[in-house]
């Protein structure tokens, strides 16, 4: 008989492979844990050719095993039947998140957004003129970015105030 065709025992307490396998694959269901829905909404997104397009905006939380995201979804209806997101950013990876400032759409009417660059691109995102919401997804994101939460009840700030 040769060396490959040997089958080793183990001891009885170490118990069988088929057990360990199992108790290897619990262990890896646990660790890997759902991330947690911090905010949605349904956004405007403005697209290459300055027109807004509504998308189901979803912010995740951090957890030990992924990093905080924003996931945009075409509808609501794709994110609750779990369909593929159509883009998914990670916060930390983010340039700079900030508010834009002194924006109109083509009709000239006010547009209260928010700003996220990262590397390859820029996203702009629209509020309407719902501007406490617009804060509160910029605090809430500008937390998850900097991996910290506020020291001493300060707001946390951008990186960078204007970008041109």
């Known amino acids: 008989m040769s060396w490959p065709e040997k089958k080793l025992s183990f001891p009885s307490f170490l118990g069988s492979a088929d057990k360990q396998a199992k108790h290897q694959d619990?262990?890896?269901?646990?660790?890997?844990?759902?991330?947690?829905?911090?905010?949605?909404?349904?956004?405007?997104?403005?697209?290459?050719?300055?027109?807004?397009?509504?998308?189901?905006?979803v912010l995740y939380d951090r957890t030990a095993d992924a990093p905080a995201k924003l996931v945009y979804y075409e509808s609501e209806k794709k994110h609750l039947q779990k369909l593929p997101q159509k883009r998914e950013i990670v916060l930390e990876k983010c340039f700079n998140i900030?508010?834009?400032?002194?924006?109109?759409d083509?009709?000239?009417?006010?547009?209260?957004?928010?700003?996220?660059?990262?590397?390859?691109?820029?996203v702009q995102i629209s509020f309407d003129e719902r501007e406490e919401e617009l804060n509160e997804w910029l605090?809430?994101?500008?937390?998850?970015?900097?991996?910290?939460?506020?020291?001493?009840g300060r707001k946390p700030k951008p990186n960078f105030d204007i970008i041109w």
């Open 98 to 104: 900030n508010r834009k400032q002194d924006s109109q």
């Open 26 to 57: 619990e262990l890896g269901a646990k660790a890997k844990e759902e991330p947690r829905l911090l905010k949605s909404a349904l956004l405007k997104k403005m697209k290459k050719n300055h027109q807004y397009s509504k998308k189901f905006f």
């Open 106 to 122: 083509k009709g000239g009417k006010k547009v209260v957004a928010l700003m996220r660059y990262t590397l390859d691109n820029c």
């Open 139 to 152: 605090e809430t994101m500008l937390v998850l970015q900097h991996g910290k939460t506020t020291v001493y």
